[in-house]
Each structure stands twice: as structure tokens, then as C-alpha cells.
């Protein structure tokens, strides 16, 4: 196939997909408390638009400033557990503990000492995408070919001369992979603890709907997160293809 | 005269655990300004082990290594490396990554960025052109062919004028015809900048055609068990491998390696 036919091929599945779910709504006359129709969602949303964009606005602040914290962390933190073999071994296992806690549970614990709004959805957003941009920036660092490590050490390189020029450029490819998976994961974290306390935001937006019913208004909030988390990820392939573009072996 | 390079009773133990591996006896060598040495012996036994002694990668358990009649370690020596695997970057293009070297080794590095678009790119693109690479030096390395990445690396390996170039079975991974020609190449570059050489091979014929003395090194825990001079004048050609006096060379180095006497071992100097 070609480029083209393959983009095409993608967008005609997503749109099936939305026509089937559609066609099989209408045919087993399915409730829109249960599962209400593509068509009626879409009608919620643009209905509901001057409502919802604040509650949008909202989710993408906390999701972007938890995310834009939790890169820098990350970043710093898997430089430092990345350049040092005695830093990595020590520190993985502690990561990967605090990594293996539901994010969801530590929200009361947020809400406790900063209460309920938007200071616990972005340090949820935050702590969420901590620990694969950790991961990724680590592993990438810390698997420098050793003959490549021989090379530089026979020019007499220091540390930072091989972290600067070998390790960290290496890891970007990794980095960016991360991102990937971080803005998704952040968008997760804020939505929880607007769920679980705020009084503003997607989450909070879906939880009223809810309890009111509203269930294609539900489900217009499912929607507009799954835009908003691909728009991010849009952007972030975006930078990758400019900054990592050599992993992916195209151009020149 | 003193030797560049001189390993004097030169020893090194591994620590595995427990137990002590001896992975290079007692050693001595001396390597003359200006020399080609290459290095054979079975797998293991310790030729790699004295490449990275001379790159202070690796500290001698016992005996000392002078460098110009100085203790290695005294003063920065200039060491250019490569081996078998090319190693580039491949976020660069080729020619910065020959300059990488240029980035980081004193006194180079001071002035780098003021002479990077100048005068090091003039020094690189003397260097490619020298092996022939200077119309992929805006390519990234994925883009060459795996001899021509075995010829950027040693550019990277020379472009500061190490004062000891060491080569890790460079062209290991190459088919026949590709290495034939990167012989040639590294002749012509050693013979155009006097540099003094350590080559580490398995290939005899590389040895015999490349060096001017051969070592043949006994398995672990290796020793020197023969140092042979190799006085074909040079430029030497790759036909000339094919002759009779050149084969005779090649089989006598086989024999030596296969038949090398076991080596005695000396539980003793584990201690």
C-alpha cells in the first residue's frame, strides 16, 4: 500500500467503526441511557459546546502544567539513575515500587493536604508520567554500546563529555517515545482527580453528567479527551520526527 | 633510543568472584615511534587486554607501562581507538562525527567552537577525501555501506593525531574484497602520517601484509611467544599476498598459534 492508501485505509476504520456503532444502536433500539449513538453524542457536544469549553480548558491546563512538571522531573531523574550504574541499581527498585501504586490512591492524599481543585489533578497528572519518562531516559543513557564507552574514554572524555555527546542525544528517541506515553497518562491523572474532587474540569463535567443521566453528555466528555489526548500526541510525533528523526532512518 | 611505548613485565589479573583469572602473564614490549605491530594469538588470550592497557582503560596488575620514558599516566597520551563495530553516531552526519574526537581531546577542544566551521572542517574533509568518503560527509552514518563506516571510524581514530593509533580487529566484520581495500587504505594512511600502530587481528594475511613486526601471543593467560619482523618494502600490494614468500609467512604464524605451547600455569602469582 501506499502512504496515502494507508492513511486512507486508518481514516476508513475509524469512521466503520463509528458507522457500526451507530447501525447497531438504531437496530437493537438500544437506550441512549445505555449506549447512546455517535450521532446524538456529536449533537450533545456542539449543543453543550459554551458549557463544556471551560470544563476543556480546565482539564488541558492541569493536564499540561502536571505533564510539562513531570517532564522536567523525569528528565532530571533519569539523567542522574542513567549516568550511574551504582544510582540505577540502587534507585530502580524504589521506582518501581512508587510506580506499582494505583495513581488513583494517592488523590485523597493530594486533596488532604492541598484540598479539592486543581492543585491534586496536576500533581496526579505529574506523578503519573513521571516514571516512564524515568524508565526510558535511564535505559537510554545507560545502554551506551561499551565500545563506543571505550572510544571515548581512550580520547580521555569525562562523564559529562560522554553524557553530553553520546548519552543524551542516544536517549532522545527513547525520550520522545515517552512523551508519547506520558501526555496519555496525564491526561488520565488529571481526569481521576477531577473525578474524585473538583469542582471544575472533564472529569467532574462526566461525574455530574452521570449522576443527572445525561449520558451522551458522558459521553461527549469521553470525546472531547480522546481529541484533546490526540491533538498532544499529534504534536509531540510532530517534534519527534525533528528531533530524534535519525532513530527512524529517513531523510538526509 | 626509548621506545614510544614500552610494557615492562606488564601482568593483569581479572577478578571474577572469587576466583582470580591471570589474563595476561608477565609481558614485555616495546613499541618504536613511527611502528606497526600487529597482535595475533588464539581468542582470549590477551591481545585486547594490552590495547587497552596502552588506552589506560585498563590498570596493570603488576609491572609498569612507560610511555616516552614517562609512567603511563603521568601525562595525557594521545590515543585514537576503533574496533570491529564502527560505532558512529548516527545522529551525525559523518563529518562530525570524524570531528567528535576534535570536541573532546585537549588541545583541540578549547578552540573548538571557534574553529569548528573553519579550520577542523577543512582538517576532516582533508582526512575523508584522504579515504575517499569526502562526497558522503553530509550523510548520516545508516546511509554508508559498512566499509565506509569501518573508513569514518578511522578517520575519528587519526583526526587528532593520536600518538598511538589502536585497532581492535577493525576490519572483522567486513567480507574479503571490502577488507583487501581497507588494508590498502589504512597502509596508505600510516605511511602518509607516521603513526605509531597497534593492531589487534585474527586475520594472519591482515597481519603479514599490514604490520612490520608480528606478535603471536599464547592462549590465556597470554604471553608473547614470538616477535617477527615482517621486511616486505613497502607500498605493499595485495597481489603480492599470493606469493609464495608471503604465504610462507602466513603458514608459519598459523603453526606457531595452533601449536602454541600450553601455558604454564602460576597459581602463585594470583596472590
Not at chain 2, 586475520?203 to 621486511?231: K, Y
Not at chain 2, 618494502?233 to 595452533?258: A, C, G, W
Request: proline fraction near 6%; hydrophobic fraction near 50%.
Amino acid at each position: 500500500m501506499t502512504p496515502l492508501q494507508r492513511k486512507f485505509a486508518s481514516a476508513a476504520l475509524i469512521v466503520g467503526v463509528f458507522a457500526f456503532w451507530e447501525l447497531v444502536c438504531l437496530i437493537f433500539g438500544i437506550s441512549d441511557l445505555v449506549l447512546p449513538r455517535p450521532s446524538q453524542i456529536l449533537s450533545t457536544f456542539i449543543e453543550y459546546a459554551p458549557a463544556i469549553w471551560p470544563h476543556a480548558w480546565q482539564t488541558l491546563y492541569t493536564t499540561m502544567v502536571g505533564f510539562v512538571f513531570g517532564v522536567a522531573i523525569g528528565l532530571a531523574l533519569g539523567v542522574l539513575i542513567g549516568s550511574s550504574k551504582l544510582a540505577f541499581d540502587t534507585a530502580y527498585p524504589l521506582l518501581v515500587g512508587i510506580s506499582s501504586i494505583p495513581k488513583v490512591a494517592v488523590v485523597p492524599i493530594f486533596v488532604l493536604w492541598f484540598g479539592a481543585g486543581t492543585v491534586p489533578a496536576i500533581l496526579t497528572a505529574m506523578i503519573i508520567c513521571i516514571f516512564p519518562i524515568v524508565v526510558n531516559v535511564a535505559t537510554g543513557i545507560a545502554t551506551v554500546e561499551p565500545e563506543l564507552e571505550d572510544v571515548m574514554k581512550a580520547m580521555k572524555a569525562s562523564k559529562r563529555d560522554i553524557l553530553w555527546n553520546v548519552g543524551l542525544p542516544r536517549s532522545m528517541p527513547y525520550f520522545f517515545a515517552s512523551l508519547k506515553v506520558a501526555i496519555t497518562l496525564a491526561f488520565v491523572g488529571s481526569v481521576i482527580a477531577e473525578t474524585v474532587a473538583s469542582n471544575k474540569g472533564i472529569g467532574n463535567m462526566m461525574m455530574i453528567a452521570s449522576s443527572m443521566f445525561n449520558v451522551p453528555m458522558v459521553f461527549a466528555g469521553l470525546l472531547v479527551l480522546s481529541v484533546l489526548g490526540v491533538a498532544l500526541y499529534a504534536i509531540f510525533s510532530l517534534i519527534e520526527r525533528r528531533v530524534a528523526g535519525w532513530a527512524m532512518r529517513k531523510g538526509s | 633510543m626509548t621506545p614510544l611505548v614500552h610494557f615492562d613485565e606488564v601482568c593483569v589479573e581479572y577478578d571474577a568472584g572469587r576466583e582470580k583469572t591471570l589474563a595476561l602473564q608477565p609481558t614485555t614490549l616495546e613499541v618504536a615511534k613511527g611502528d606497526f605491530i600487529a597482535l595475533v594469538g588464539p581468542s582470549g588470550c590477551g591481545k585486547s587486554t594490552i590495547l587497552k592497557l596502552a588506552s589506560e582503560l585498563l590498570a596493570p596488575t603488576a609491572g609498569h607501562i612507560f610511555f616516552a620514558g614517562r609512567e603511563l599516566g603521568a601525562e595525557p597520551v594521545r590515543v585514537g581507538m576503533a574496533f570491529q563495530s564502527a560505532s558512529l553516531l548516527p545522529w551525525l552526519s559523518i563529518r562530525d562525527n570524524v570531528m567528535l574526537p576534535l570536541k573532546i581531546v585537549p588541545p583541540f577542544r578549547e578552540h573548538y567552537r571557534a574553529k569548528r566551521k573553519g579550520e577542523y572542517r577543512d582538517r576532516v574533509d582533508a582526512l575523508l577525501a584522504q579515504v575517499g568518503l569526502l562526497d558522503f560527509a553530509d550523510k548520516n552514518p545508516w546511509q554508508l555501506s559498512g566499509g565506509m563506516q569501518q573508513r569514518a571510524n578511522l578517520c575519528r581514530a587519526l583526526v587528532h593525531d593520536p600518538d598511538l593509533l589502536l585497532l581492535d580487529e577493525p576490519f572483522g566484520a567486513l567480507d574479503q574484497f571490502t577488507r583487501e581495500e581497507l588494508w590498502s587504505t589504512l597502509q596508505d594512511l600510516w605511511m602518509a602520517r607516521g603513526s605509531t600502530v597497534l593492531l589487534v587481528t585474527h586475520d594472519l594475511r591482515e597481519a603479514a601484509f599490514l604490520a612490520n613486526r608480528i606478535c603471536v601471543m599464547s592462549a590465556r593467560p597470554g604471553r608473547i611467544i614470538e616477535d617477527r619482523q615482517v621486511t616486505t618494502p613497502r607500498p605493499r600490494q595485495i597481489s603480492q599476498t599470493f606469493r609464495p614468500e608471503f604465504v610462507s609467512i602466513v603458514e608459519q604464524l598459523r603453526e606457531l598459534i595452533v601449536h602454541a605451547p600450553a601455558a604454564p600455569q602460576i597459581p602463585e602469582a594470583a596472590q
